[in-house]
T-cell receptor
Framework: AQSVTQPDIHITVSEGASLELRCNYSYGATPYLFWYVQSPGQGLQLLLKYFSGDTLVQGIKGFEAEFKRSQSSFNLRKPSVHWSDAAEYFC????????????FGKGTKLSVKP | DAGVTQSPTHLIKTRGQQVTLRCSPK?????VSWYQQALGQGPQFIFQ???????QRGNFPDRFSGHQFPNYSSELNVNALLLGDSALYLC??????????????FGSGTRLTVV
């Protein structure tokens, strides 16, 4: 069965430091992968997605993610974190096909120290 | 251009009652999906509606039902509420089944508390 694992429940980084959030997936075929961000009391905003092609994808707000098939990973990175990046981040995999739905990880909460 | 609109934003219900949540999709979108997000968890897929029919369903009991109207708006109904139904309910819309999740836009959700 498809699944997504985000090993880190909570991460704290200093403002200006680099960030990497981990995501591992389990899926039989080529996965469609996503990263979403959720601010408190808000819905989900899409940061970036990977369907095929270049394994390094760029997203909004300066985020990028790298798909590594051999490691079944899709880690999210940002070179310099801003205080406004504090939020919860969710990795998701689509179940496949044009009508697929999303399977989400449990999320990683990011706190930013001034 | 309005995004996905959900109402109400917050709701408190008693165990055993029934509740209806509403969603208006983003302009130009015709497919609506519903997700349940329990506290500290990622969202879980409930079901998806297209052309006023349930197209897919996740692992949720029949107490959870839905409807889509000709204007593409949608309702989520939950009967015989349990304490465990307390969660944030998210609605997501997309432009057509062919795009499916690629074009998902999420609403801000309805926070349901069952007491």
């Amino acid at each position: 069965a498809q699944s997504v694992t985000q090993p880190d429940i909570h991460i704290t980084v200093s403002e200006g430091a680099s960030l990497e959030l981990r995501c591992n997936y389990s899926y039989g075929a080529t996965p469609y992968l996503f990263w979403y961000v959720q601010s408190p009391g808000q819905g989900l905003q899409l940061l970036l997605k990977y369907f095929s092609g270049d394994t390094l994808v760029q997203g909004i707000k300066g985020f990028e993610a790298e798909f590594k098939r051999s490691q079944s990973s899709f880690n999210l990175r940002k070179p310099s974190v801003h205080w406004s990046d504090a939020a919860e981040y969710f990795c998701a995999v689509a179940t496949g096909g044009s009508q697929g739905n999303l399977i989400f990880g449990k999320g990683t909460k990011l706190s930013v120290k001034p | 251009d309005a995004g996905v609109t959900q109402s109400p934003t917050h709701l408190i219900k008693t165990r055993g009652q029934q509740v209806t949540l509403r969603c208006s999709p983003k302009s130009g979108h015709d497919t609506v999906s519903w997700y349940q997000q329990a506290l500290g968890q990622g969202p879980q897929f409930i079901f998806q509606y297209y052309e006023e029919e349930e197209r897919q369903r996740g692992n949720f009991p029949d107490r959870f039902s839905g409807h889509q109207f000709p204007n593409y708006s949608s309702e989520l109904n939950v009967n015989a509420l349990l304490l465990g139904d307390s969660a944030l309910y998210l609605c997501a819309s997309s432009s057509e089944p062919g795009e499916g999740y690629y074009g998902y836009t999420f609403g801000s959700g309805t926070r349901l508390t069952v007491v």
